[in-house]
């Protein structure tokens, strides 16, 4: 297992041992931590991360400036935005700046682990393809596109949810028969929240979705005319429809 170099650029002050604990005996090392964008790019300099979690609205020079330095010097480091400011035009700026996620404030340690370590994942499974062949996709991945595809943003908590009950269904089709004494439940365990707090927030990411208007897109996605007009699909129809889509494409 690799041992990446993170670096924490946080809004606010944060302790550098209180951090690394929090990520000790994970397949992060973390190079530092830092509320200011200057120092932030003197460690991304010094280090090279192979990823950052980066703010906003830092001291010395804002966190654009840090995703604009690290564009600069043709770094592959991973971004992740994690920031108070919810605005859709941020969020696209931070997106075209190179960012891979956009979570915004409160957000629980462990989506932050899962997302973190789902960037690892993908990158080792980069690693192991062979140049001429063709390269695997995660899972992981191939269900975010189709989330981003359809007008679910990353930043919201359904979005974590619902991707893990797109998991769990791949892994278990039967689950979906029992959504809420089941799948909502051990999401919830899985990231410390309740069952009623999980099915709220997948609804909701759902009907984001719909509210855009991009039902014609959703049906593009899944390669039939599954909506029409304002008709939206309950919770457990719209996981079994990502995930009958993954075990077709051969998950």
């Known amino acids: 297992m690799e041992n990446y170099k993170l670096l924490m650029v ?22 530092g931590v830092t509320a200011d964008g200057n120092e932030a790019i003197e460690l991304i300099d010094k280090f090279k991360p192979d990823i950052i979690v980066c703010g906003l609205v830092l001291s010395g020079v804002d966190g ?20 108070a400011v919810k605005n859709d035009v941020i969020i696209k700026r931070a997106m075209d700046f ?16 899962d997302r973190l370590l789902g960037l690892c994942r993908e990158e080792e499974n980069q ?4 140049a001429e062949e063709k390269p695997v996709i995660s899972l992981d991945e191939r269900i975010s596109k189709i989330f981003i595809s359809v007008g679910i943003p ?15 269904a791949v892994d278990n089709p039967q689950i979906i028969n029992s959504i809420t004494k089941k799948l909502y439940p051990m999401i919830g365990d899985k990231y410390d929240t309740s069952a009623s707090k999980v099915e709220r927030a ?50």
């Open 154 to 168: 990353p930043h919201i908590k359904g979005y974590a949810y619902l991707r893990e009950g797109v998991k769990m």
């Open 202 to 251: 997948i609804r909701h990411a759902i009907e984001v979705a719909w509210n855009r208007n991009r039902i014609e897109s959703i049906n593009s996605v899944f390669g039939v005319r599954a909506y029409v007009g304002s008709e939206k699909p309950t919770n457990g129809e719209f996981i079994a429809l990502v995930a009958d889509k993954m075990l077709l494409e051969g998950a």
């Open 98 to 113: 190179g960012a891979l996620y956009y979570m915004t404030k409160p957000v629980s340690m462990a989506i932050l682990k």
């Open 64 to 83: 654009f400036e840090v995703l604009k330095h690290i564009a600069s010097q043709k770094l592959k480091t991973k971004i992740v935005v994690l920031t």
């Open 10 to 31: 946080e809004e606010g002050e944060a302790d550098l041992e209180k951090v690394k604990r929090v990520y000790r005996d994970t397949q992060f090392n973390i190079v």
């Open 127 to 130: 690693l192991t393809i062979k």
